[in-house]
C-alpha cells in the first residue's frame, strides 16, 4: 500500500475476507450509518434500497467503508446497474460530499478525504481492472483522480501510480487475447493435417515429453495463467440477463465481458479432445495401452499437486465413446490407479470426494510455505455450476424492493476464495516446446476420435457398423 494510507484502516488478504458469516458493521466503521435504507442483524448487513448502498461505499472524513463490502457490492452491483453508471455516481456523491468542487473549499478537509477516496479508486482497479476497459469509467476516474490530485504533490505521484498499473493490467489482458485469437484461428482439425501432410504429424505426447511429472506441471503453467486471467466479475456477468428496457449498444460488447472465462472452459475441452486423440491415435494396441497409462500417471501428479481441473479433463477424455470402447486395449492396462482418480473425481453426492480433496488442498493452501503448496486449481465447471445454483436460488430483490444483500455476501464469499487462488504464481519452469504442443497440436473431431476408435477395434454391432461406413465415407471419402 501507498505511504500516505498508514492512517487508514488495514484491510486483511482475500482469504480471511469472509471468515465470519457475513459483513460485520463493528470491523473498521468509525460512523454509525448516517443514511437510513439499510438493514441490519446481528451486526450483519442483509438488505437495502440500492441507493443507501452506493451511499454506503462512499467514504467521508469519519468513515471508510470495509473492504469485504467494497469487494462485494462492486461485484454485485451489475446486476442491477452498468458499472459506469456506479462510478458516475461515486464521483458524483464524493464531489458533492467533499465540496472537491469548490477552489476556495478546506484544504484540511480534502487533506482527510483525498487519501480515502484515493483508496477506494485504487482498490476498484485492482480488483476489478477490467470495468475500466470502458473509456466513460477512464474518463470518471481521471477526472475524480484529478480533483484530488489537483491540490498536492504526494497524491499526485499516488493517483499517476494507479493509472499507471491499470493501464499495465489492461494491456497485458489485450495480449493476452491476441494470443487466444492467433491461437483459435490457426487450430486445424487433425484428420486435415493427417490427410494433406500425414509426414508432419508422427510425433506424440510421449515423444515431446517422456515424464508424466514435467507434463502435469506444464499443464499447471497453461491452468494458472488461463486462471489469472479471469475477472471476478466474469461471473456475475456469465449470469447477467439483459434488461430489455436498455438499448445501450456503445458499451463493450456483452461477449467480450466473459471471454476470458469462456477461454478457460474452451480449454477444458481441448485437453480432453487431446487426451482422447492421443490414446487413439497409435494403430498397435500396445501403444495406446501405453498412452491410457501415461495419463493416468499425468493425472494422478495432477491430483497431487491440487491441479483438479486438469485431472478432470484427462478423466472426461478417457472416458469418451471412442476411447472407452476400446475393450481390448483397456484389458491391457493395470486400471486399479485409474480407479482411485475415479472415485476421486465421482460425481455422486454432489462430488463429494471431490468437495473433500479441494477442502483439504484450500486448508494446505492456506498454511502453505512454498508457493507449490499454495496451488488450488478447482474443477472449473463445477465452480460455475455452483454460483449459477446460488443466483438462480435465491432473488436480487426482496419484496420491498430492497437489494438481498445476504445473498451476494454468498456469491463473494464463493468468488473471493477463487482470487485468491488465482494469484498463485506457478512455481514450475515453463517447457515452450511442450507447452507449445499442448496449446496447438491439432486435435481430432468426435467423428474423427469415432472413425481412429473403429479402425482400431472393428465395430462390435450393426449400429457401429453403419456408423463406421458413414464416417468413412464422409470423413475420407471411402467406401
Given at each position: 500500500?501507498?505511504?500516505y494510507?498508514?492512517?487508514?484502516?488495514?484491510?486483511?488478504?482475500?482469504?480471511?475476507?469472509?471468515?465470519?458469516?457475513?459483513?460485520?458493521r463493528n470491523?473498521?466503521?468509525s460512523?454509525?450509518?448516517?443514511?437510513?435504507g439499510l438493514?441490519?442483524?446481528?451486526?450483519?448487513?442483509?438488505?437495502?434500497?440500492?441507493?443507501a448502498?452506493?451511499?454506503h461505499?462512499?467514504?467521508?472524513?469519519?468513515?471508510y467503508?470495509?473492504?469485504?463490502?467494497i469487494?462485494?457490492?462492486?461485484?454485485?452491483?451489475r446486476?442491477?446497474?452498468?458499472?459506469y453508471?456506479?462510478m458516475?455516481?461515486?464521483?458524483h456523491?464524493?464531489?458533492?460530499?467533499?465540496r472537491l468542487s469548490?477552489?476556495?473549499?478546506?484544504?484540511?478537509?480534502?487533506?482527510k478525504?483525498?487519501?480515502?477516496?484515493l483508496?477506494?479508486?485504487?482498490?476498484?482497479t485492482?480488483?476489478?481492472?477490467?470495468?475500466?476497459?470502458?473509456?466513460?469509467?477512464?474518463?470518471?476516474?481521471?477526472?475524480?483522480?484529478h480533483?484530488i490530485?489537483?491540490?498536492?504533490?504526494?497524491?499526485?505521484?499516488?493517483?499517476?501510480?494507479?493509472?499507471?498499473?491499470?493501464?499495465?493490467?489492461?494491456?497485458?489482458?489485450?495480449?493476452?487475447?491476441?494470443?487466444?485469437?492467433?491461437?483459435?484461428?490457426t487450430?486445424t482439425?487433425?484428420?486435415?493435417?493427417?490427410?494433406t501432410?500425414p509426414?508432419?504429424?508422427?510425433?506424440?505426447?510421449?515423444?515431446?515429453?517422456?515424464d508424466?511429472?514435467?507434463?502435469?506441471?506444464?499443464?499447471?503453467?497453461?491452468?494458472?495463467?488461463?486462471?489469472n486471467y479471469?475477472?471476478?466479475?466474469?461471473f456475475?456477468?456469465?449470469?447477467?440477463?439483459?434488461d430489455?428496457?436498455d438499448?445501450?449498444k456503445?458499451?463493450?460488447?456483452e461477449?467480450?465481458?466473459?471471454?476470458?472465462?469462456?477461454?478457460?472452459?474452451?480449454?477444458?475441452?481441448?485437453?480432453s479432445?487431446?487426451?482422447?486423440?492421443?490414446i487413439?491415435?497409435?494403430?498397435?494396441?500396445?501403444?495406446?495401452a501405453?498412452?491410457?497409462?501415461?495419463?493416468?500417471?499425468?493425472a494422478?501428479?495432477?491430483f497431487?499437486?491440487?491441479?483438479?481441473?486438469?485431472?478432470?479433463?484427462?478423466?472426461?477424455?478417457?472416458?469418451?465413446?471412442?476411447v472407452s470402447?476400446?475393450?481390448k486395449?483397456?484389458?491391457?492396462v493395470?486400471?486399479?490407479?485409474f480407479?482411485?482418480?475415479?472415485h476421486?473425481?465421482d460425481?455422486?453426492?454432489?462430488?463429494?470426494?471431490?468437495?473433500?480433496?479441494?477442502?483439504?488442498?484450500?486448508?494446505?493452501?492456506?498454511?502453505?510455505?512454498?508457493?507449490?503448496?499454495k496451488?488450488?486449481?478447482?474443477?472449473?465447471?463445477?465452480?460455475?455450476?455452483?454460483?449459477?445454483f446460488?443466483?438462480?436460488?435465491c432473488?436480487?430483490?426482496?419484496?420491498?424492493g430492497h437489494?438481498?444483500f445476504?445473498?451476494?455476501w454468498?456469491?463473494?464469499k464463493?468468488?473471493s476464495?477463487?482470487?485468491?487462488w488465482?494469484q498463485?504464481?506457478?512455481?514450475?519452469?515453463r517447457?515452450?516446446?511442450?507447452?507449445?504442443?499442448?496449446?496447438?497440436i491439432?486435435v481430432?473431431?468426435?467423428?474423427?476420435l469415432?472413425?481412429?476408435?473403429?479402425?482400431?477395434?472393428g465395430p462390435?454391432n450393426?449400429?457401429?457398423?453403419?456408423?463406421?461406413k458413414?464416417?468413412?465415407?464422409?470423413?475420407?471419402?471411402?467406401?
Amino acid at each position: 500500500m501507498f505511504s500516505y494510507l498508514e492512517s487508514m484502516p488495514q484491510t486483511p488478504p482475500f482469504s480471511a475476507m469472509f471468515d465470519s458469516s457475513g459483513y460485520n458493521r463493528n470491523l473498521y466503521q468509525s460512523a454509525e450509518d448516517s443514511c437510513g435504507g439499510l438493514y441490519y442483524h446481528d451486526n450483519n448487513l442483509l438488505s437495502g434500497s440500492l441507493e443507501a448502498l452506493i451511499q454506503h461505499l462512499v467514504p467521508n472524513v469519519d468513515y471508510y467503508p470495509d473492504r469485504t463490502y467494497i469487494f462485494t457490492f462492486l461485484l454485485s452491483s451489475r446486476l442491477f446497474m452498468h458499472p459506469y453508471e456506479l462510478m458516475a455516481k461515486v464521483c458524483h456523491l464524493c464531489v458533492e460530499h467533499q465540496r472537491l468542487s469548490d477552489p476556495s473549499g478546506d484544504k484540511n478537509q480534502i487533506r482527510k478525504i483525498a487519501p480515502k477516496i484515493l483508496q477506494l479508486l485504487t482498490e476498484w482497479t485492482e480488483t476489478f481492472p477490467y470495468d475500466f476497459r470502458d473509456e466513460r469509467m477512464m474518463r470518471n476516474l481521471k477526472d475524480l483522480a484529478h480533483r484530488i490530485a489537483s491540490g498536492e504533490e504526494t497524491y499526485r505521484k499516488n493517483v499517476q501510480q494507479m493509472i499507471q498499473c491499470l493501464i499495465r493490467k489492461l494491456a497485458a489482458l489485450s495480449q493476452y487475447e491476441e494470443v487466444l485469437a492467433k491461437i483459435s484461428s490457426t487450430s486445424t482439425d487433425r484428420l486435415t493435417v493427417l490427410k494433406t501432410k500425414p509426414q508432419s504429424i508422427q510425433r506424440d505426447i510421449i515423444t515431446v515429453c517422456s515424464d508424466p511429472y514435467t507434463l502435469a506441471q506444464q499443464l499447471t503453467h497453461i491452468e494458472l495463467e488461463r486462471l489469472n486471467y479471469i475477472g471476478p466479475e466474469e461471473f456475475v456477468q456469465a449470469f447477467v440477463q439483459k434488461d430489455p428496457l436498455d438499448n445501450d449498444k456503445s458499451c463493450y460488447s456483452e461477449r467480450k465481458k466473459t471471454r476470458n472465462l469462456e477461454a478457460y472452459v474452451e480449454w477444458f475441452n481441448r485437453l480432453s479432445y487431446l487426451v482422447a486423440t492421443e490414446i487413439c491415435m497409435p494403430v498397435k494396441k500396445k501403444h495406446r495401452a501405453r498412452m491410457i497409462e501415461y495419463f493416468i500417471d499425468v493425472a494422478r501428479e495432477c491430483f497431487n499437486i491440487g491441479n483438479f481441473n486438469s485431472l478432470m479433463a484427462i478423466i472426461s477424455g478417457m472416458n469418451m465413446s471412442p476411447v472407452s470402447r476400446l475393450k481390448k486395449t483397456w484389458a491391457k492396462v493395470k486400471t486399479a490407479k485409474f480407479d482411485v482418480l475415479e472415485h476421486q473425481m465421482d460425481p455422486s453426492s454432489n462430488f463429494y470426494n471431490y468437495r473433500t480433496a479441494l477442502r483439504g488442498a484450500a486448508q494446505r493452501s492456506l498454511t502453505a510455505h512454498s508457493s507449490r503448496e499454495k496451488i488450488v486449481i478447482p474443477f472449473f465447471s463445477l465452480l460455475i455450476k455452483d454460483i449459477y445454483f446460488l443466483n438462480e436460488g435465491c432473488a436480487n430483490r426482496l419484496p420491498n424492493g430492497h437489494v438481498n444483500f445476504e445473498k451476494f455476501w454468498e456469491l463473494a464469499k464463493q468468488v473471493s476464495e477463487f482470487m485468491t487462488w488465482k494469484q498463485v504464481e506457478c512455481p514450475f519452469e515453463r517447457d515452450r516446446k511442450i507447452l507449445q504442443y499442448l496449446l496447438t497440436i491439432p486435435v481430432f473431431s468426435e467423428d474423427a476420435l469415432y472413425l481412429a476408435s473403429y479402425e482400431s477395434e472393428g465395430p462390435e454391432n450393426h449400429i457401429e457398423k453403419d456408423r463406421w461406413k458413414s464416417l468413412r465415407s464422409s470423413l475420407l471419402g471411402r467406401v
